[in-house]
């Protein structure tokens, strides 16, 4: 862990804004303490820098490796290196895994940045701006451990990132799961009692999305009471809503940060690497994005087992999967110059063999795929955008408060639930329910978060029995030429499985991580 904190430490004194583009880099002429964060203008630019860049090693494809492919919603090219040569489809990860060492270096460099600004901020008075920044810092920084913890486990925690590099011993344990994840808790409910009402600026977190991520949270760890009191908190706050243009949201950079959002990180199209949304040039279909960018990869597709999971006339298969036939008249490229039509079938006249795609499932994710060109320019080389990637949107509070009213109940025809429930359920097109069941509520959460990097937690948090039912029913095979399917599963066993393994870099570094955890508080 050693390069991970080193690295926060050299940035704290060069932290990045995200202010209004999430981008622009105030120019702090060498500041001091003393010197700086005098402003709210100079605070606000610090805080915004957390909402981007250090997430991209988790965004870049750690972010579907993790919540989608492992969990059987999504599979990677066969062989890809960068995906893991295939092991989060069969479930085998290894601690020498490049995206189990991106997604700890990331998580660990938002949280370090985080608490090097907070412990800054609370040097400089008590001024309302600072008191603001410092609540961002601490939302921030729970949310990254809120990853840590559900990720890895039993993980460390770092309260004082500077005081730490200085030191020069870097043996920092792993802390037990459940003190990690009250780590995040108390960042979050600290959070909101600073967080203003509404958003300052676009994207910004306010006091309900503290609120929504605790609600989140406490639902993850079983809390039920502590998860319906949070959610009900969000919902009475009446400052959010169901936003009516579901795939618009993650297609269309118009649609960011609407009223669905309570927390999404922010991506700049024309910041270049590792500021920008890069999700598109891996998932999205070369017949899309190679004339612009020569990007386009299919690296991660959607799995033959979440295609067949939609219910019949669920609006949200059409709206997060390309599937055969689909078009968008918008989206325009040298080999689509009246619009994207998306053929997996060679029914297009296709001489020159650009026009049609046939990958293992015959399909390619829609979500985060904001186009070609025409529609994102040209700024960024690799197809890189400005889509946000949402966290947490109000659909998720909706039915976090439904599966909170459900409790440990086999089903409910509480009025409360019901509404909730529908409300998310209506918008995909589908009738609304008179009796909701643990089964329902799981089964709108794949549909509704598909591609979002949030079924695997809702997989785990059911723990190993319930865990090793879903996972080993899974197709992960793919379409063979005429139709039938090259069955592929795994053989989930293990509860170790459950979490992914600490990097074997970090153990090197660090050998107390190879020691049993520890209580924290």
């Given at each position: ?15 990045s ?100 600004l ?32 559900r ?9 004082d ?9 870097y ?57 319906a009191y ?25 649609d ?13 199209g ?150 909730d ?69 795994v ?25 049993a ?5």
């Amino acid at each position: 862990m050693k390069r991970n904190y080193l690295y926060i430490l050299m940035l704290a004194g060069t932290l990045s804004s995200c202010s209004k583009s999430f981008l622009d880099r105030p120019s702090l002429n060498n500041p001091t303490e003393d010197t700086y964060y005098t402003t709210a203008a100079q605070v606000e630019a610090a805080t915004g820098f957390l909402y981007n860049q250090p997430w991209y090693n988790y965004l870049d494809k750690a972010y579907h490796c993790i919540g989608e492919i492992y969990s059987g919603n999504m599979i990677s090219s066969a062989g890809d290196p960068n995906y893991g040569n295939n092991s989060y489809v069969y479930m085998t990860v290894s601690p020498n895994d490049g995206q189990v060492l991106n997604a700890w270096t990331a998580f660990y460099q938002v949280a370090g940045n985080a608490t090097v600004l907070l412990n800054t901020l609370k040097q400089k008075g008590s001024a309302p701006y600072l008191q603001q920044g410092e609540a961002e810092c601490e939302f921030i920084r729970g949310a990254a451990y809120f990853y840590i913890g559900r990720v890895y486990g039993a993980a460390p925690i770092v309260s004082d990132p500077v005081a730490l590099a200085s030191s020069g011993n870097y043996n920092v344990p792993r802390y037990v799961q459940s003190d990690v994840l009250k780590f995040a808790l108390t960042d979050f409910l600290n959070a909101y009692a600073a967080l203003p009402s509404t958003p300052y600026e676009p994207g910004r977190v306010t006091k309900w999305s503290a609120a929504g991520m605790a609600a989140k949270l406490y639902l993850y760890i079983g809390n039920y009471d502590s998860a319906a009191y949070w959610s009900n908190v969000v919902i009475q706050s009446g400052q959010y809503s169901l936003f009516p243009d579901y795939a618009g949201m993650f297609t269309q950079i118009a649609d960011n940060n609407n009223v669905e959002s309570l927390f999404a990180l922010q991506w700049v199209g024309s910041g270049g690497y590792s500021y920008a949304n890069a999700i598109q040039a891996y998932t999205a279909p070369s017949t899309l994005l190679k004339p612009d960018f020569n990007t386009g990869y299919s690296s991660a597709l959607p799995t033959i087992d979440l295609l067949n999971s939609y219910v019949i006339g669920d609006s949200r298969k059409n709206w997060s999967i390309m599937l055969q036939g689909y078009a968008n008249p918008a989206w325009k490229n040298a080999n689509f110059p009246n619009g994207f039509t998306y053929d997996t079938t060679g029914a297009i006249p296709d001489p020159n063999g650009v026009l049609t795609i046939l990958n293992p499932t015959r399909t390619n994710a829609l979500k985060y795929t904001a186009g070609p060109a025409n529609v994102i320019g040209t700024t960024n080389t690799q197809g890189g955008n400005s889509l946000c990637v949402y966290v947490l949107r109000y659909a998720d509070v909706l039915l976090i408060n439904a599966e909170s009213i459900l409790a440990a109940n086999g089903s409910t025809t509480d009025p409360q639930a019901l509404s909730d429930f529908n409300l998310v359920h209506e918008r995909a097109g589908l009738p609304p329910v008179t009796s909701i069941t643990k089964a329902m509520i799981f089964a709108e959460r794949r549909a509704e978060f598909a591609f979002e990097s949030d079924y695997w937690y809702d997989i785990q948090r059911q723990g190993f029995t319930a865990a090793s039912a879903i996972l080993n029913a899974q197709e992960r095979g793919s379409y063979n030429g005429d139709g039938t399917i090259n069955h592929q599963g795994v053989t989930f066993t293990q509860a170790s499985q459950l979490f992914m393994p600490i990097p074997a870099d970090e153990v090197l570094a660090d050998p107390a991580l190879s020691s049993a955890p520890v209580p924290y508080y």
